[in-house]
Nanobody, 117 residues
Framework: QVQLVESGGGLVQAGDSLRLSCAAS????????MGWFRQAPGKEREFVAQ???????YYKDSVRGRFTISRDNAKNTVYLQMNSLKPEDTAVYYC???????????WGQGTQVTVSS
């Protein structure tokens, strides 16, 4: 298991940017697939972005072109740069880790992102 701690959330206006960080500790970070998920009030948790060990990235369609996931394996940290934020991006954002080919099994505590119109 890997322990994950998110930071960087906050209250911003539509069009602003935020960068979320997720610091990992425990087993070898570079071998994990790292993902960002979010959960808005009254909605199911949903996938936002993923970066695998090779650096390949995948995005939810509605954030592609606005959000960028990146990882610094030397710092055991994964980032989510969020630009052109919209009110519908308001949610608690969670960082998660998975071994390649496995389900996400480690989750952070979440960080609140609120985008006002």
């Amino acid at each position: 298991q890997v322990q994950l701690v998110e930071s960087g959330g906050g209250l911003v206006q539509a069009g602003d940017s935020l960068r979320l960080s997720c610091a990992a500790s425990g087993r070898t970070f570079s071998s994990y697939v790292m993902g960002w998920f979010r959960q808005a009030p009254g909605k199911e948790r949903e996938f936002v972005a993923q970066a695998d060990w090779s650096g390949s990235t995948y995005y939810k369609d509605s954030v592609r072109g606005r959000f960028t996931i990146s990882r610094d394996n030397a710092k055991n940290t994964v980032y989510l740069q969020m630009n052109s934020l919209k009110p519908e991006d308001t949610a608690v954002y969670y960082c998660a880790a998975a071994m390649s080919g496995k389900e996400y099994s480690s989750w952070g505590q979440g960080t609140q992102v609120t985008v006002s119109s």
